[in-house]
């Protein structure tokens, strides 16, 4: 495909992407205002339902940030109640990050938020369509 077909008017490919990032990104923001939680926030708690408790510096693999970047997201999430530390039983100089029963509440809650609006977001698109969205996503995300 030439630069020339993969343009539709004056927008390129990559402009168009990071036209819908940005909206995503948007639409992502407006959907956690209820629960007064970043997407960095929201992304930890997501990370703590599905895989349980974790140890801080397995929570920042997961999120692909600093492991000091996921000490400040565990503080703030800590100081609102929704996340402990406690001690790793396999090793007392080990902590563990594990979501409280609010952190839990509020995880799912997120969760069912964001399926609603991603099937709001993607749902005008065709079965076919979205299948190889998500094919093509998946490829790039490697």
């Given at each position: 495909?030439?630069?020339?077909?993969?343009?539709?008017?004056d927008e390129s490919l990559a402009e168009t992407f990071w036209a819908v990032a940005s909206r995503l990104r948007r639409q992502a923001r407006e959907a956690l205002a209820p629960w007064d939680v970043t997407p960095s926030q929201a992304r930890a708690l997501g990370v703590l339902?599905?895989?349980?408790?974790?140890?801080?510096?397995?929570?920042?693999?997961h999120?692909?940030?600093a492991p000091r970047s996921a000490t400040e997201v565990v503080d703030d999430l800590q100081a609102r109640g929704l996340v402990e530390r406690r001690p790793d039983p396999a090793d007392r100089r080990a902590t563990?990050?594990?979501?409280?029963?609010?952190?839990?509440?509020?995880?799912a809650a997120i969760r069912a938020a964001r399926r609603?609006?991603?099937?709001?977001?993607?749902?005008h698109?065709?079965?076919?369509d979205r299948s190889e969205l998500t094919r093509i996503l998946r490829t790039l995300r490697g």
């Open positions: 495909m030439t630069e020339d077909t993969a343009e539709s008017g339902g599905r895989h349980g408790e974790v140890r801080p510096g397995t929570l920042a693999e999120l692909r940030i563990l990050v594990a979501l409280t029963a609010e952190g839990t509440r509020i995880s609603a609006e991603a099937d709001r977001f993607f749902g698109l065709p079965d076919a």
